[in-house]
């Protein structure tokens, strides 16, 4: 059932493409993205936002409260939210829409190609231009980039900050009588004196495909930077070039070293992060969004005070700082030029002044630097040291290439690492398929 509804999904997206690329859009109306700060009055009236978070999320709840405080002083004012957190469906109706110009004033998207496609045709606001209109100027320089374009533009807001960290617990690794690997490649031969003590080396939520896609994603930022899968996903680059074969060897190493736990493939979120937190497994990679679980009392006493974190090793010869790694900010949030008016102009002026205050003290960070994230008062120690990491990141992002290559080559991507990873097929082999799927799928 799961596999035919990603189907129809990717039927529906392709449609919705082949729609705005024969033009649909070309008598969208839509106004000139630059023009930021339109001419009239603001006649307050309802506006919708296209979302895909969770309904009791930081994000929602904080523009909830915001919409309010906005609405208290604009009467007939309303932020109506049009909500579908999986994100699969949220894609098949944005595309679909957008397909038809029938976008709402805001809407959520990834830095895509289709977003992009949106953009070149003048159907988002140009987010940059409106941050600077607005002396908005404290965003963290990682949040912003993370949704740009690969052309450097910047056509959605953040509205969060994510750091990804390899956790770990340090009791297992002593008992193993290992460290904290210092380079990626010394991942298997931590993983084989963990399998040796009987301990599972590394929780995996196989289940859902992108936690192993991230592992793919690090070898090649490392070795060759951003770049490499930007020229991927144009067809300028091949998955046998020297960053991608290092790659699918890195990770077919890890397969035969039994880094992950056993029958990982099915294993979903929830169990994989609890091999963690009951002190199954040593290692769990997961970002910032679980704080909450994994450094405050919530955590289980017996393994509390061995929980700490390192950020993405480097490797010999490495081109990206260790201070860069996957720091993303989110979905952004795109608006549309067709909607644009004094009203919405007006209440993001607001809503953005306001919304990093308010974020921040749900215990978040924030996308801007200057916003507090305030400490549960059952945070463990780890939690603030967590949260102070995100002063010191570069501005290179290990981005999630689940976000940046086409659907289908994703899909088939994703299938492939766990065939590498269990030794079903060899790297070459993966290299082979992977390369025939970009030349098929990739619009160069």
Excluded at 28 to 40: L, N, R
Excluded at 108 to 120: E, G, I
């Amino acid at each position: 059932m799961a596999a035919l509804t990603r189907t129809t999904a990717m039927v529906a997206v392709a449609a919705a493409t082949a729609l705005i690329l024969t033009g649909c859009a070309g008598s969208s109306g839509a106004a000139d993205p630059t023009d930021i700060d339109p001419d009239g009055e603001v006649v307050p009236r309802q506006i919708s936002w296209l979302l895909s978070r969770p309904a009791d999320g930081g994000v929602i709840t904080a523009m909830e409260q915001i919409a309010d405080e906005y609405a208290a002083d604009h009467p007939g004012f309303a932020l109506n939210l049009i909500t579908t957190p999986d994100r699969p469906s949220y894609i098949q109706k944005y595309e679909t829409l957008a397909a038809a110009n029938k976008l709402p004033e805001l809407f959520d998207t990834d830095a895509t190609p289709f977003a992009q496609k949106l953009a070149a045709q003048g159907r988002m606001i140009d987010i940059e231009a409106l941050l600077d209109d607005l002396g908005l100027d404290d965003y963290r320089e990682a949040a912003l980039n993370y949704q740009r374009f690969d052309d450097g533009s910047l056509y959605m807001v953040p509205f969060e900050f994510q750091l990804e960290y390899f956790w770990y617990n340090s009791a297992l690794l002593r008992e193993a009588g290992v460290g904290v690997p210092a380079t990626l490649d010394d991942f298997p031969a931590m993983c084989e004196a963990l399998r040796a003590k009987g301990i599972t080396p590394i929780a995996l939520d196989g289940q859902d495909q992108w936690p192993l896609e991230r592992y793919m994603a690090y070898y090649p930022f490392r070795l060759a930077g951003p770049e490499y899968v930007q020229q991927l996903k144009n067809g300028e680059a091949s998955f046998g070039d020297p960053a991608g074969r290092a790659a699918a060897e890195w990770l077919s190493s890890l397969g035969q070293a039994g880094c992950f736990q056993e029958g990982f493939s099915s294993t979903g979120y929830a169990d994989a992060q609890a091999l963690f937190t009951s002190g199954k497994a040593a290692v769990y990679n997961i970002g910032t969004w679980e704080l909450s679980n994994l450094a405050t009392d919530a955590l289980d006493p017996a393994v509390r005070d061995d929980v700490d974190y390192f950020t993405l090793p480097t490797i010999d010869g490495a081109v990206t700082d260790d201070t860069e790694y996957v720091t993303p900010s989110g979905i952004g949030m795109a608006v549309n030029t067709k909607t644009y008016d004094p009203l919405v102009r007006d209440f993001l002026g607001f809503a953005l002044e306001r919304y990093p205050e308010v974020y921040a003290a749900t215990g978040a960070l924030s996308p801007t630097s200057t916003a507090a994230t305030t400490i549960p008062d059952n945070a463990t120690p780890l939690y603030t040291r967590a949260i102070e990491q995100a002063d010191n990141v570069g501005p290179r992002i290990a981005m999630p290439w689940d976000t940046q290559l086409d659907p289908a080559t994703n899909t088939r991507l994703q299938q492939e690492l766990t065939l590498l990873v269990q030794g079903d097929i060899t790297p070459d082999e993966f290299i082979t398929t992977m390369d025939a799927a970009l030349a098929e799928n990739a619009d160069g």
